[in-house]
């Protein structure tokens, strides 16, 4: 697929120039040291093809891009029943805000704003300790990119700790509803580690490729979920992904998407590939600009909107 390796060099040299990078998550004290120069994008196609540019294997902190493999595995233990007690609408709000929850007795709007996915943590703590919680994510994580060197990073998972003051009034407040069934402290600390999983772009487009392929991991042809919960966990994406961004990146990009505030970006190309772009620097959503900015003249360039004749 020569087209596709072009398009990507040429993607990856216009971002390396570019001087408008966003800024980078300093409220996370580790975030705040990474380089805002780094750029990286990977594309996994169902073909099997792995093509790569920039940065594409150095790792960084996956932050809220956990939560499509934290949903698809809660999904797994609990089918649709997760769903009485996390909505599906987009929440036009901040991912931390703690405004919703008071109208909406406790039940957070989706799963991939901060509420709903420690909402998620809750649900995969289910007869586990936070330990065996976390290790199962980070397992099926490593399974799915097929590859056992990806980490937990400690000391972003001790920083998240240490400054998530919102993040524990939003976990006290849905307890207080019976929307959390373990000690808020525990849910917590399942979500703080999933969220300082540490992969490469190159890893993180391997991680996706089940959504790409309806379900299947295309290597194997396995079964991971059934086609039409890979075309659900799409949809949330593509409406709730990008959190109050996510209209806007539906209308420039046209992909599912998941966006961290480590500045990852995971998109999946239905049918086609699975894409994974890394730029630290974040814009006024906490999505990263030039990550979004470089979907964008992919999509473009390759016809991949999924809104395209």
């Not at 949903?71 to 029943?81: I, Q, S, Y």
């Not at 919102?166 to 069934?181: E, P, T, V």
């Amino acid at each position: 697929m020569p087209e596709l390796e072009q398009a990507l060099g040429e993607v990856a040299t216009e971002m390396a120039e570019r001087t408008d990078r966003g800024d980078v998550a300093s409220y996370i004290p580790q975030l705040g040291k990474v380089d805002p120069k780094k750029f990286g994008i990977a594309a996994v196609t169902n073909d099997g093809r792995v093509l790569v540019a920039g940065d594409a294997d150095e790792p960084f902190s996956i932050q809220s891009i956990s939560k499509v493999f934290t949903l698809t595995l809660a999904l797994g233990n609990v089918g649709d029943a997760l769903w009485q007690r996390v909505g599906r609408e987009p929440s036009g709000n901040p991912f931390n805000s703690i405004v919703q929850l008071e109208h909406e007795n406790g039940i957070p709007r989706n799963p991939f704003i901060n509420a709903g996915a420690i909402v998620v943590s809750d649900i995969l703590l289910a007869g586990h300790q936070p330990r065996e919680a976390i290790g199962e994510i980070l397992r099926f994580i490593q399974f799915l990119a097929d590859d056992e060197t990806i980490i937990i990073d400690r000391e972003v998972a001790a920083s998240e700790r240490a400054t998530g003051f919102r993040n524990f009034a939003l976990a006290n407040y849905m307890k207080s509803f019976g929307n959390l069934h373990h000690a808020p402290e525990l849910a917590l600390g399942v979500y703080f580690h999933h969220c300082a999983i540490a992969m490469s772009c190159r890893q993180l487009a391997m991680a996706g490729r089940f959504l790409a392929n309806g379900g299947k991991n295309p290597a194997t042809g396995h079964s991971v979920v059934s086609a039409e919960r890979a075309r659900r966990i799409g949809a949330m994406m593509l409406t709730c992904g990008h959190y109050d961004g996510s209209g806007d990146f539906a209308f420039r990009v046209g992909i599912p998407g998941k966006s961290g505030v480590g500045g990852g970006i995971l998109g999946i190309v239905p049918g086609v590939a699975s894409l994974a772009v890394w730029s630290p620097g974040l814009n006024a959503n906490g999505n990263s600009k030039l990550g979004s900015i470089a979907l964008e003249r992919l999509a473009k360039i390759m016809n991949w909107s999924i809104f395209a004749p």
